[in-house]
Structure formats: C-alpha cells, structure tokens
C-alpha cells in the first residue's frame, strides 16, 4: 500500500464507505430480484392451466 501521509485517514474512510455502499447496493439488487423471480413464477402458473 502506498504511503498516503497526512490524507490516509481520509484516504480510508473513502475507501471503506465506497465498499460498504457497493456491498449494500450489490444485497439490495439480489434482494429485488428474487422477489421479482417469485413473482415471475406466480403469474406463470396463474396463466399456465396445467400450472
């Protein structure tokens, strides 16, 4: 790692908060879409008659 100086803290902290956004963004878009696969496969089976 690079010797940040006087800026590693904030250098870090921007690091750090950039990562745990990406984490949560990366759960939230899973999230979405396995509710939206329920869904997909609930109105499948509400239009296919032998279901």
């Known amino acids: 790692m690079p010797e940040l100086g006087k ?3 904030a250098v870090l902290s921007a690091y ?3 990562i745990a956004l990406l984490v949560v963004l990366l759960v939230l878009t899973l999230r979405r879409g396995r509710r939206a696969r329920i869904a997909l496969q609930q109105v499948e ?7």
């Open 7 to 9: 800026y590693a803290d």
């Open 16 to 18: 750090a908060v950039s």
């Open 45 to 51: 089976k509400r239009i296919k008659p032998d279901g």
